[in-house]
């Protein structure tokens, strides 16, 4: 089936600090790209929805200079969270709409970010 | 905008019993898909069910089936022959395609599986 693959799964970074999380798409062709954040106990909450060779939309309240968001190909998305502060440490997960136009999504590992 | 609510923060069951997760969701739209999602501890993301609208038949997948009750509103998950495996996170989701694919979650259930 299809995977996309999140990397780091775990990282810690020192605050003003920049951290970039990588998700690939393995064996098919992410065109879009949700990116979540996810705090312990909690649901996830989507931040942004990046889109192949355009601008990432963002989500209300989400800050765009912080949270980075590049999709230059089919395969690659990335966030990068600039100049980190402690209350950015969370679990960010990815995920991409399924292939073959069915309703369901792959999610990456997700990426423990730990900003000290 | 659509919603989603999971009334139950935490749940418990014994080993090989049945339990029942509650979903109810909130939208205008005719068309539309529901996901179940478990989140073990390992917190990947884990699709257990899902369920398109237009289809009237529940959705099952063995040990796993829902009652979806379209006019109310309603997405239950219930478990069959619970084992500790399933012990988890788990989230009600909603889709369509004027949200542009995107999901909805709600707030989660955690599971409990007492052996």
């Known amino acids: 089936g299809a995977v996309v693959s999140q990397h780091p799964s775990r990282v810690i970074c020192k605050s003003g600090t920049s951290v970039k999380i990588e998700c690939r798409s393995l064996?098919?062709?992410?065109?879009?790209m949700f990116w979540y954040r996810q705090f312990p106990k909690q649901s996830l909450m989507l931040m942004a929805t990046s889109n192949e060779g355009s601008k990432a939309t963002y989500e209300q309240g989400v800050e765009k200079d912080k949270f980075l968001i590049n999709h230059a190909s089919l395969t690659l998305s990335t966030l990068t969270v600039t100049s980190a502060h402690p209350e950015d440490s969370s679990f960010y997960i990815c995920?991409?709409?399924?292939?073959?136009?069915?309703?369901?999504?792959?999610f990456g590992s997700g990426t423990r970010l730990t900003v000290v | 905008a659509q919603t989603v609510t999971q009334s139950q923060p935490e749940m418990s069951v014994q080993e090989a019993e049945t339990v029942t997760l509650s979903c109810t969701y909130d939208t205008s739209e005719s068309d539309y898909y529901l996901f179940w999602y478990k989140q073990p501890p390992s917190r990947q993301m884990i699709l257990v069910i899902r369920?398109?609208?237009?289809?009237?038949q529940n959705a099952t997948e063995n040990r796993f089936s829902v009652n979806f009750q379209k006019a109310a509103k309603s997405f239950s998950l219930k478990i069959s022959d619970s084992q500790l495996g399933d012990a988890a996170m788990y989230f009600c989701a909603y889709t369509s395609q004027t949200s542009g694919s995107r999901l909805t979650f709600g707030e989660g259930t955690q599971l409990t599986v007492n052996p």
């Open positions: 064996d098919f062709q992410a065109t879009t």
């Open positions: 369920q398109e609208a237009y289809k009237q």
């Open positions: 995920s991409a709409p399924e292939r073959q136009g069915l309703w369901g999504y792959t």
